[in-house]
């Protein structure tokens, strides 16, 4: 048995409403950029809803990225998430504003960081010969992070799949066969705005697969070097 890092993934799940805005430290009158981390790992959403001027009602912006400015203070900023069955989800953080000119600001160098907590990424099975059976390929990562499988090698019963994570481990029943040695299998987990996980597994004959684990830029598929932070 080999085990290079489980569990099922439950249905119907409540939708994600997680945000982040950017800068962290505005000033009055300067422009805040809200980005919605929001998903329903069952399927799609529905709509995305912002109160930006905590009012109680959620018709300030509508979608992924609203951009507004506060003046000087503390400002409660909620994200309503309804997914198609009509499941909806809340999710509200505060927004400390410091007295202030945008004309003054030096701008922001937004340095992603690492996604919290760090992806985990398990394959398990057993090799015979030139044969690698494979009984669990999971992730577990933040909710609503996006994990996809590339599969090369003349085995593969895929070429790329992708699931959104749950809030438990995220398995990949369709790769749990038998494959080839020299069948490559790279996972990449990210979410916006954030360092994700880069995880590849070269399958080889008589020993367990060779394992690599590195960062990953939201967008891409190619690996970096981890942070320090």
């Known amino acids: 048995m080999l085990v290079c890092a489980g569990g ?110 760090f992806p985990f990424v398990r394959l398990s099975g057993s090799v015979t010969g030139a044969r690698t059976r494979i009984s669990v390929l999971a992730v577990r990562a933040p909710v609503c992070s996006r994990a996809t499988v590339l599969c090369a090698g003349e085995s593969c019963p895929f070429r790329r799949t992708t699931k959104f994570t749950g809030r438990g481990p995220t398995r990949f029943r369709a790769i749990q066969r038998r494959l080839l040695a020299g069948t490559t299998i790279t996972v990449l987990v990210t979410k916006r705005d954030r360092i994700g996980k880069f995880t590849r597994f070269r399958l080889r004959a008589d020993k367990a697969p060779k394992r690599i684990d590195r960062c990953l830029r939201f967008g891409s598929t190619r690996a970096i070097r981890c942070p320090r932070n």
């Open 8 to 117: 099922a993934f439950a249905a119907n799940s409540r939708p994600d409403a997680g945000f982040g805005f950017f800068p962290p430290n505005p000033v009055s009158g300067q422009t805040v950029r809200f980005v919605s981390y929001a998903c329903d790992p069952d399927g799609k959403l529905a709509e995305q809803a912002w109160d930006l001027d905590d009012d109680g009602s959620f018709d300030d912006a509508f979608g992924t990225n609203p951009f507004t400015s506060f003046s000087a203070g503390p400002h409660r900023v909620k994200l309503r998430v309804t997914n198609r069955q009509g499941v909806t989800a809340t999710r509200s953080r505060i927004v400390d504003v410091a007295p202030g000119s945008p004309d003054y600001v030096v701008p922001f160098p937004f340095d992603p960081p690492l996604l919290s907590p």
